[in-house]
């Protein structure tokens, strides 16, 4: 399996609903720029922008998408209601490093969707929210500071946020679950690629997904 990566454009000065509005416009033609090569599927690693369509909207936006371009793409939200299908979580605890208004954004997607939201977690870098500067030990500190039951499904939303780290320490509870947003991409972009038998062993927190998933 081989993997082929493009960013979205940089957009100096936009603000971040701005920017993640205009990440659904620009992304018919981000995937464009693959140009010929033969993909069998692409995931859309930005949760964050696909909050604002509903699942709704994201699931019809994906399909033109997949229509358009002539393979599957999804959503990093879609995998991940996909993973939770899979795994038979209805349920799950939020732990998210998003500015408040785009942590109730994202609850209210994962609601709308079906799932029940029992508690949020947020987690700032210091004094401020930004994904891409949370710690290991922000999320520990922050999760410490909620009682989660034993059984709990817990969701790291972002994909800019370093999640493996702080999951491989928090995952002692055998009944856990542990998702992020990356790790139910990289799931689904297996299957979708045609390579589920490839790298479901290759990692401890990609196991159980697949297991569980059989």
Not at 83 to 99: H, K, N, Q, R
Not at 171 to 182: C, E, I, K, Q, T
Request: proline fraction near 6%.
């Amino acid at each position: 399996m081989n993997l082929y990566t493009s960013r979205f454009p940089v957009l100096p000065g936009a603000g971040l609903r701005e920017m993640l509005e205009t990440y659904n416009e620009v992304l018919p033609d981000v995937l464009d720029g693959f140009g010929r090569l033969r993909l069998d599927a692409a995931v859309v690693a930005c949760s964050a922008s696909h909050y604002l369509l509903s699942p709704d909207g994201d699931r019809k936006f994906c399909a033109e998408l997949s229509d358009r371009a002539g393979f599957p793409v999804l959503s990093s939200t879609l995998a991940t209601l996909a993973a939770c299908e899979a795994l038979g979580v209805t349920g799950l605890t939020l732990v998210s490093p998003y500015e408040p208004w785009l942590t109730d954004l994202s609850r209210e997607y994962w609601e709308q969707a079906g799932l029940t939201v029992h508690q949020v977690v947020p987690v700032p870098a210091g004094d401020h929210f930004d994904p891409y500067q949370v710690t290991t030990e922000d999320i520990l500190e922050r999760v410490g500071q909620h009682d989660l039951p034993e059984d709990a499904a817990v969701l790291f939303t972002g994909t800019g946020m370093f999640t493996l780290d702080a999951m491989d320490k928090l995952g002692s509870a055998p009944d856990r679950v542990l998702l992020s947003s990356n790790l139910a991409s990289a799931w689904w972009a297996q299957a979708g690629a045609g390579a589920q038998g490839w790298g479901l062993e290759g990692h401890a927190l990609l196991k159980q997904p697949a297991a569980r998933a059989v």
